[in-house]
Nanobody
Framework: QVQLMESGGGLVQPGGSPRLSCVAS????????MGWYRQASGKQRELVEN???????TYADSVKGRFTISRDNGKNTVYLQMNNLKPEDTAVYYC????????????????????????WGQGTLVTISS
């Protein structure tokens, strides 16, 4: 019913400043918290930063002052501006939405609302290397 799709990853030099984007698609009504997680090779997935519908954010200490999350509710999109990247930031970055409400209309014209919890994108690899 709903999907998250990330973009903006790739090979970046140390100190680089790429921006990741994540678009939620589908017949979406509301999205509660949207955020970015990352998983480095051999490590557990960890929260990078998230933002709720009121623009309150939570972030990992390791990215404080370097990464900034923002969202455009009208476009169902969340961004992660990453600055001053370090080799240890190399990871697969995943977009997440904790709760999405959506609607559907069947062939009889019946309107139905639904909700899905804990939706993930497919991930985008960010590699920091010179």
């Amino acid at each position: 019913q709903v999907q998250l799709m990330e973009s903006g990853g790739g090979l970046v030099q140390p100190g680089g400043s790429p921006r990741l984007s994540c678009v939620a698609s589908g017949k979406i009504l509301t999205i509660n918290i949207m955020g970015w997680y990352r998983q480095a090779s051999g490590k557990q997935r960890e929260l990078v930063e998230n933002v709720d519908s009121g623009s309150s954010t939570t972030y990992a200490d390791s990215v404080k002052g370097r990464f900034t999350i923002s969202r455009d509710n009208g476009k169902n999109t969340v961004y992660l501006q990453m600055n001053n990247l370090k080799p240890e930031d190399t990871a697969v970055y995943y977009c997440n939405a904790d709760r999405i409400t959506y609607y559907s209309i069947d062939t009889y014209g019946t309107y139905t609302m639904g909700a899905v919890e804990d939706t993930w994108g497919q991930g985008t690899l960010v590699t920091i290397s010179s």
